[in-house]
């Protein structure tokens, strides 16, 4: 397995949008859900969103539900979040990681591995 790399962050007004994408090799997603979480400064790593890996289940925090869409792509290794209405309180390094320990629930990133490096998503209002 490998670490991921996020891309697609970048500088968007408030109410833009922007795609994110999370590429891997096949074998650090092979059979596991992935996540996204976020980090803005000063505060602690928080859930964005989840999806298993046949992309069947998915799960939101509250304050992204209706806003942003998670998605995957098996055959190219990648999965996407889809951030609409942005908003300055979504500015924070984004990072996704896959989900290998099962004792913990999908939004505890005690149960990820294999982060990536992040990609910065600024809002400006």
């Known amino acids: 397995q490998v670490q991921p790399v996020e891309s697609g962050g970048g500088l968007v007004q408030a109410g833009g949008s922007l795609r994110l994408s999370c590429a891997a090799s096949?074998?650090?997603?092979?059979?596991?859900?992935t996540g996204w979480f976020r980090q803005a400064p000063g505060k602690e790593r928080e859930f964005v969103a989840a999806?298993?890996?046949?992309?069947?289940?998915?799960n939101y925090a509250d304050s992204v539900k209706g806003r942003f869409t998670i998605s995957r792509d098996n055959a190219k290794n990648t999965v996407y979040l889809q951030m609409n209405s942005l908003t300055p309180e979504d500015t924070a390094v984004y990072y996704c990681?896959?989900?290998?320990?099962?004792?913990?629930?999908?939004?505890?990133?005690?149960?990820?591995?294999?982060w990536g490096q992040g990609t910065q998503v600024t809002v400006s209002s």
């Open positions: 990681a896959t989900h290998t320990t099962l004792r913990y629930a999908l939004d505890d990133p005690r149960g990820y591995d294999y």
């Open positions: 096949g074998r650090t997603f092979s059979g596991y859900p």
């Open positions: 999806i298993s890996w046949s992309g069947g289940n998915r």
